[in-house]
């Protein structure tokens, strides 16, 4: 079943937003995730997204288990490498660093995932994933050794976007880093969405509401929130 892209294509058709929140199973306890679950229905969100970049092997198969025992929130996975997928989950962005120049990212990884994912229910999802400098040195900078494109660079940028689009990417992500000091900004997520017909999905760095709403009027599909839900699961937004 193609459920997953499906709901987000339609949604983005329709200008409805959808939200998910970022779990790292590195940083969510495993007693906390029933406590987590609610708020992240609480918070309405669409997704739960289940990655990060120091995740050891076997926790996520563990960890997306136990969160299906308190959620129908569906579940995809958003892995910092090839290790950290699991049935369990209902979907995986199937990413590539596009925005790289580390075959590593490119192609090495995915390759290393396919002998799991061949045999795996997950839906597969092809994201081109594109790192803007998002004021830190994140995390998929120091794992990747890639540079991440300038915010101003918005020539660059959109470029980028719509290579992924016409090497067949069904999503394009725009990162700015987990913990990120500045978000995407407005100008760029504009002018990506003005130059692609796929969806678009932006995160890193979103913490107000109004970071939120800005990224959502912008042309941001989907917005993921992981650390500002990691510090405070009674977030508001
Ligand atoms: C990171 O885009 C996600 O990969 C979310 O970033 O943790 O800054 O919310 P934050």
Redesign the pocket.
């Known amino acids: 079943t193609d459920c997953i892209l499906e709901h987000i294509q339609k949604s983005s058709k329709k200008g409805k937003k959808l939200l998910a929140i970022?779990l790292d199973p590195d940083k969510t306890k495993l007693q906390e995730i029933s406590i987590v679950s609610k708020r992240i229905e609480n918070l309405k969100a669409n997704f739960i997204f289940v990655g990060g970049s120091f995740v050891e092997k076997g926790i996520t198969d563990v960890f997306v288990q136990k969160l299906k025992e308190f959620t129908n929130i569906p579940i995809i996975l958003?892995p910092g490498d090839y290790s950290q997928v699991t049935n369990k989950a209902d979907g995986l962005l199937f990413l590539s660093l596009i925005s790289g120049r580390n075959p590593e990212y490119l192609i090495e990884q995915q390759i290393k995932a396919v002998p799991f994912l061949k045999n795996s229910n997950l839906e597969i999802i092809p994201t081109g994933y594109i790192l803007i400098d998002g004021g830190i040195n994140s995390s998929v900078l120091k794992i990747s050794k890639t540079t991440a494109i300038s915010q101003n660079n918005i020539e660059l940028t959109v470029e980028t976007a719509i290579a992924g689009m016409y090497k067949g990417k069904q999503l394009i992500y725009l990162?700015a880093?987990?913990?990120?000091k500045f978000p995407v900004n407005s100008k760029l997520i504009t002018e990506v969405k003005k130059n692609i017909n796929i969806p678009l999905i932006v995160?890193?760095?979103?913490r107000t509401k109004e970071q939120l709403k800005n990224a959502y009027k912008n042309g941001a599909d989907v917005v993921?929130?992981?650390?500002?839900f990691e510090n405070n699961i009674n977030l508001s937004i």
């Open positions: 970022l958003f990162e880093g987990s913990g990120a995160g890193g760095g979103i993921v929130i992981g650390t500002a």
